[in-house]
């Protein structure tokens, strides 16, 4: 495939297109992604999440900067699980006005939901892996939100950095308590701010009730003034350390492993999951099982679980010779 | 089953009991599901979400309130999609201070994430129905956060209000854009702080671009100030009116139908993709697929659909004389 190759050389504008195809589920998505994954793998992969208004954008495009000064070619994937109507066109925007925008070293795409979560979470995976195969070096995966569709999402990120600020509202400490679980790096940003140095203690002291064994990394917490480019250094170094850290205890081969099982184990039930829908479908036991559940006759659990049944049952009844 | 009895009586504590059994995925909570479901659909359902820090919870304290003082039993259902890992410990205490967490005739539950997002979705409707089954007239379902999983959790709700208010951060706009799709009825809270008539202003115009056909339903944007409990009332009653308008118009019954619909879909998915899961682990075939994508000569992709060809056709070989 003449994309594949161009692709591969790192030309962008094929690049751009693979990713359109991708994100819109295109029948060759499938090929290109076989065709490039024996080439991944090298990349470097950084997630930034944090819930809204804590300058997640600042922060990444001032890492892009620093990455960049270093020679290093720099992919960011901005997602959006937060608009699953807006088809992503508001961040899309924002992406237009970015500093490194017209960098040729950069590259910057964003990737809003088209549906079901499951389906950002699989096209981040795959567009991680285009930029990868494409020749960046580092790839920043940022989501604007808070929430389990950033676990989903952050599942591709080696390092995972959390980024909160002072002066958050009540329920942020909802979303604190998920995101910590998460978070390979904390940063407090706006730490110009007032309450900046008790959020550091706070966050400090909630790491210090929830670690774990001496051996394992423990995630530091770093103040920044990502408007200023205050803080930015000691990040990325921090993200260097925590890398050097998987790599020298052995995680890194065990983190990797981790999310592609996890991967094959969603692909195959979202496969499986679809055959059994056509054959319902196509073989109009669907509408009879439906018109039971909403009689209120039949549970949705139970008319699901006879669907499943015969399905399977159809399957070798068809094969007697 | 003598807790089924107890549940449909109103028992309060074997209703605890019900949804302790559902949010544990015990296997009995498939058979109390489908014992319950027929005595499901008199309830009311009623939606709120919005970002954190909006207020959601003391708005949803006023509306248990007013429901109350008209004679309705009230059930509210606290989803917070953000801690996959704290199991809503901090929303459980926040919830015991709540204002009619004595009274008789209200019943406060919160449901956190334990794993995958779908298992929350649908411990959130099945919650809703055993509440529905227990006799509760008015059933508020309240999530924490913003994103794709409170579009999925609100599902469950047949009128959904969105809460915002003035001053909220840059990506908010992204947020709004995904939020404004599913809300019946918005409501800027804290609307004594400045810029709520601009923020009123804002959301009308939005509604307008996006408004569909004459004759639908025209979410009205309303003010309140919850902590004083001002502007509940209208809130309370745009519902109602929501709720008449959906009845009227026969879109009631349609949306019923299209969530039940969307429930039986994903039921089916899940319990298919676990058969084939389960083949492929039991058979060794997991391990050696798992291999083929660990040294990256076969994709994700590409590996998961061997599978599910090889299982399927496993199922036919079996079947043979």
Redesign the interface.
Known sequence: MDLVDRLLDGDRRALARAITLTENEDPLA?DL??AV??H??RARTLGVTG???VG?STVVDGLVHLERATGRRVGVVAV???????GG???GDRIRMRRGASDPGVFIRSLA?RGH?GG?SWHTGSVVRLLDAAGFDTILIET??????E??IMRYAVTTIVILVPG????????K??IL?IADILVVNKADREGADGLVRELEATLELGAGSAASWKPPVLKTVATADRGLDAVLAAAHDHYLYLESSGSLQAR??RE??A???G???????????DW?RSAGAWDS??SE??A??????????G??TR??GR???????
């Open positions: 499938g992604a076989a994954f024996p991944t793998g819930p809204p208004g997640k959006d699980p937060t608009s699953p109507f807006s066109a508001i961040l939901t979560l950002l604007v939100g808070a929430g389990q569709a676990v989903e958050l509202g009540d329920e942020v400490q909802a979303i308590a998920g679980e990797l492993e592609l099982n991967e094959v184990r692909l195959v039930r979202d496969l499986a999951g679809r055959a059994a829908l319902a099982a439906l559940v909403l209120r006759r039949t549970d949705p659990r139970s008319a699901a679980a669907l499943v399905f399977l399957v070798q009844r068809k094969s007697r010779p």
